[in-house]
């Protein structure tokens, strides 16, 4: 992002990465897409009984992630020069809520597509563009992480 550009929220650039971030944060937030997948195996369906969802927390994690994000950048996007002082409660808000999405474990690939989605606004957030810097990114590498090693874990259960 330019230097021009980089405190104006009214610039097409900008407006165009808000736009782009807000409709991730839409997708992340809808409980459709959370909880669609017509074609999960045993090991990731949701029990038949009326028990509820195997991914239960980590639905609500991600939905809190989604709106801790939301609440950030809503509140750079109406004032871009907020003070740190400000913006730091709604910044370590996110951050919590990003760790608590690496700390809990997809049980279903339901669970582990949330994730992955919730990596993808992560780096939306950050402005990767695929053709940044590992620097730009980096607070999303655990997030990453954990999505790889749900990935596996399940593919091991299916196997077994």
């Given at each position: 992002?330019?230097?021009?550009?980089?405190?104006?929220?009214?610039?097409?650039?900008?407006?165009?990465?808000?736009?782009?971030?807000?409709?991730?944060?839409?997708?992340?937030?809808?409980?459709?897409?959370?909880?669609?997948?017509?074609?999960?195996?045993?090991?990731t369906s949701s029990p038949d009984d009326?028990?509820?969802?195997?991914?239960?927390?980590?639905?609500?994690?991600?939905?809190?992630?989604?709106?801790?994000?939301?609440?950030?950048?809503?509140?750079?996007?109406?004032?871009?020069?907020?003070?740190?002082?400000?913006?730091?409660?709604?910044?370590?808000?996110?951050?919590?809520?990003?760790?608590?999405?690496?700390?809990?474990?997809?049980?279903?690939?339901n669970g582990l597509i949330s994730k992955?989605?919730?990596?993808?606004?992560?780096?939306?957030?950050?402005?990767?563009?695929?053709?940044?810097?590992?620097?730009?990114?980096?607070?999303?590498?655990?997030?990453?992480?954990?999505?790889?090693?749900?990935?596996?874990?399940?593919?091991?259960?299916?196997?077994?």
């Open positions: 992002m330019s230097a021009a550009t980089e405190n104006d929220t009214t610039s097409p650039e900008s407006t165009h990465r808000r736009s782009i971030l807000a409709g991730i944060i839409a997708a992340l937030a809808s409980p459709a897409v959370a909880h669609a997948s017509p074609a999960d195996s045993t090991v009326g028990a509820e969802h195997p991914d239960a927390e980590l639905f609500e994690r991600c939905a809190e992630h989604a709106a801790a994000m939301q609440a950030y950048d809503d509140a750079l996007g109406m004032n871009p020069s907020i003070p740190d002082e400000e913006s730091a409660p709604l910044f370590e808000a996110y951050h919590d809520a990003r760790r608590a999405l690496v700390e809990t474990q997809a049980q279903t690939m992955a989605r919730a990596n993808v606004a992560d780096l939306a957030f950050f402005g990767w563009n695929g053709e940044e810097d590992e620097e730009s990114c980096r607070e999303s590498i655990p997030l990453a992480l954990s999505i790889m090693f749900d990935l596996v874990r399940l593919g091991d259960q299916v196997r077994a």
